[in-house]
């Protein structure tokens, strides 16, 4: 009954730990160089499926025909440039896990800071003005009330 058991808890361990297996892919390259430039380009580009994760990470279909076709590429002796600019014109800008810094994206990089001054500029003011309402001038009678208290607590 035992052995039964162990059999069981096995063969069940085997069958869950192929479909971890089988999601990963392994590619050929013809030197170092080229795995290095797939791995890198896997990095910069984004899975559309995913959109928060890189095509090495990911293991969306989509991700994994995307990385078949770098490889494809970079065998086929195209640059990083080239393999990039197609990616782009296929699927657009949001491939590029980092996009690029160009007039159409100056508010996606640029927008974060120029919110955050803007806001400390309308908190400075905001916070002037109270100061303003606050400090206004003692009349006589007010100010003789000061000084007398003042003189009763220090003496």
């Not at 791995?39 to 991700?63: G, I």
């Not at 195209?78 to 990616?87: A, F, L, R, S, V």
Request: glycine share 6%; net charge positive.
């Amino acid at each position: 009954m035992k052995a039964m058991f162990i059999a069981a808890l096995l063969a069940a361990s085997i069958a869950g730990a192929v479909p971890a297996l089988a999601a990963i892919q392994v590619f050929k390259f013809n030197t170092p160089e080229q795995e290095q430039r797939f791995q890198s380009l896997s990095d910069q580009l984004r899975c559309l499926v995913c959109q928060n994760e890189n095509l090495s990470a990911s293991n969306a279909d989509l991700a994994k025909d995307l990385r078949r076709e770098i490889h494809g590429m970079i065998v086929q002796g195209k640059t990083n440039k080239q393999i990039i600019d197609y990616m782009v014109a296929r699927y657009g800008e949001f491939v590029l896990y980092k996009p690029r810094i160009e007039f159409r994206t100056y508010l996606l990089w640029f927008g974060p800071f120029v919110l955050i001054i803007i806001g400390v500029g309308v908190l400075m003011v905001f916070v002037r003005k109270q100061g303003r309402k606050h400090t206004a001038a003692l009349n006589e009678e007010e100010r003789r009330r000061l000084d007398d208290l003042i003189s009763r607590h220090s003496g």
